[in-house]
């Protein structure tokens, strides 16, 4: 085999095993963590201008979670969207709850321009630590738990979602 022969085929070879591995961690990016704990964690946060807040307010209810910070952009983009489903969905027991990984001061100026129908508690450190034990080990922004009335984890998104991905879901929720 000549060597420019074997030079060509060292090459191809080298651009086959660096695509597989950028497939393979592309995948591994998108992929839902399957080993996170099905029911949900207690947590208690500040709230912007107000007392903290602790998830076991909403026991027996649905939750969405979001977690999100003023400096994504889908996360600032998702928010209109959950603030319309909210309003929508509140009476049947579907809340909506916001954890900003963010300081105060960056929401105060995000929140007096945006609506936001539903409530948001924050931190950095420690909203991150709750991020994680609701399965975001990676610091995902935004991230999306649903949690059904009996506190079970049952769906985990990361990423920005669309109505077309949440309405269905909360309408079945809904009816039960």
Known sequence: ??????????????????????????????????????????????????????INEWDGDVVVLNFWATWCSPCREEIPLFSSLHEEFVSEGIHFLGVAIDDPEPMRGFLDQVEMSYPTLYGMEQALDVAAAYGNDRGTLPYTVIIDREGRIIERFMGQLHEPDLRPLLEDLAEG
Do not use: C, H, K
Request: glycine residues 12%.
């Open 1 to 54: 085999m000549s060597s420019g022969v074997r030079t060509a085929l060292t090459v191809l070879l080298a651009a086959v095993i660096g695509a597989g591995g950028g497939i393979l961690a592309a995948l591994w990016l998108q992929e839902t963590p399957q080993e996170a704990n099905p029911y949900r964690a207690d947590f208690t946060l500040p709230q912007l201008d107000g007392p903290e807040r602790s």
